[in-house]
């Protein structure tokens, strides 16, 4: 249930609400590549960050946290920057019509920056491989990534944010929970289907990749909670796609399983953003 966006927006937070140190922000985000860049997408978001620009060259990850501290100006009653996880058919969070909508949706994350209206900045990640690093021909290794860029867009003004309710978003988690297990117990693997033993183990496999990530420990034990069944359900989903049968000839079972699984990837969605809403304010509380 992590990803760049959520590591960087959590722990810069903290920073910038004295509940962390810049090291801080620096170690979370080694956890997703050994280096990382900071580019302004044009003259605009060069000049509310104070970016290099026209002659664009990648700065590193202290100019990444100078950019941040910039943008979010001098807060003292709560946090500037809010997390958007987009998927097609649900943009929200999102300045319509820019490119910032559209390479946020392509990348399925991105941060925003700031309140006033003029100068609020959006920030996009994408990793880099080196040319060698490419999965080899049996797929038996996936590329580590070398860096992790990202892009800085100019806001027209701040994006609206849905803030969900905690309470309610583990709530429909429980349910969550049970109906992905289900399904991951309904499926029958078939001929065209991978054979696997223990699916279970698994979701154990994609859980254990979650637990390199730590969040600051300012935040909530009932978001930390809801952030780690989220990511139950997350790897459910995730392993119960692989298991389905390829083809049309899929059984009833496997036809109710994926009818089951479907829904409850906007589910997950709403807990964690509800979760890292909770762990961005909470910074602000102490």
């Known amino acids: 249930m992590w990803c760049p966006s959520v590591s960087l927006s959590v722990w810069a937070n903290a920073w910038l609400a004295g509940s962390s140190a810049p090291d801080d922000v620096l170690d979370a985000l080694s956890q997703w590549a050994p280096r990382h860049s900071v580019t302004a997408y044009d003259a605009v978001a060069a000049g509310h960050t104070g970016l290099p620009w026209p002659d664009v060259n990648d700065a590193g990850a202290i100019s990444l946290l100078q950019t941040l501290r910039t943008a979010a100006g001098r807060r003292a009653g709560g946090p500037a920057m809010n997390v958007v996880l987009p ?61 992790l860029s990202w892009t800085v867009y100019a806001l027209p003004a701040a994006p609206v944010v849905e803030h969900l309710d905690l309470g309610e978003a583990e709530y429909a988690l429980r349910s969550a929970v049970r109906s992905a297990a ?57 392993v119960s796609a692989g298991l389905m049968p390829i083809g049309t000839q899929t059984s009833s079972e496997a036809q109710i399983a994926s009818a089951a699984l479907r829904p409850l990837a906007a589910v997950v969605r709403s807990a964690r953003m509800a979760a890292v809403t909770a762990i961005l304010q909470s910074a602000w509380q102490r």
């Open 87 to 147: 998927v097609p058919g649900d943009v929200r969070g999102l300045a319509a019509g820019t490119r910032f909508e559209r390479d946020a949706l392509v990348a399925g994350e991105a941060v925003t920056v700031g309140c006033d209206p003029g100068a609020v900045i959006g920030l996009v990640p994408y990793f880099e491989y080196d040319d060698c690093e490419e999965l080899d021909a049996d797929f038996e290794r996936v590329p580590e990534p070398c860096a």
């Open 182 to 238: 289900d399904a991951l117990g309904a499926i029958r693997v078939g001929s065209g289907g991978v054979d696997v033993a223990d699916p279970r183990g698994m979701v154990e496999q994609v859980l254990e990749s979650e637990r390199q990530h730590r969040a600051p420990d300012h935040a909530p034990s009932r978001a930390l909670r809801v952030l780690e069944n989220a990511a139950h359900v997350d790897a459910i989903i995730t």
